[in-house]
């Protein structure tokens, strides 16, 4: 099942430590078979006041979602990314093929 590494990220500092975090997480990606689906970019607010920039990553499976954040490559990089920012990262599953809203019902 696809699984996806969620970060809501505040009070971002774009310095050059920052900078080496983006030029240097995509190669950690790649083993993982890793990509961004999101990464910031302009919202279109229609609820509430989202104080955050949102990334996700997409991985095939849990399982290369949680090897690639305890990667050395990726441990290597995540404290640039961490001097520099506040929030939250997660990892989570995706929804089998064709979900309905009432699948939650009977987890």
Avoid: C
């Amino acid at each position: 099942m696809t699984s996806f590494a969620v970060a809501t990220l505040r009070n971002v500092t774009l310095n050059e430590d920052a900078v080496t975090h983006l030029e240097r997480i995509d190669e950690t990606l790649k083993p993982y078979e890793g990509r961004f689906i999101i990464h910031g970019g302009e919202k279109h607010v229609k609820e509430g006041a989202p104080d955050f920039d949102l990334i996700v990553l997409r991985f095939t499976n849990l399982k290369n979602a949680e090897a690639w954040y305890r990667s050395a490559d990726y441990q290597a990089i995540l404290d640039l990314r961490v001097a520099n920012s506040q929030g939250e990262v997660f990892l989570i599953d995706g929804v089998a093929a064709d979900p309905k809203a009432t699948d939650i019902l009977t987890r």
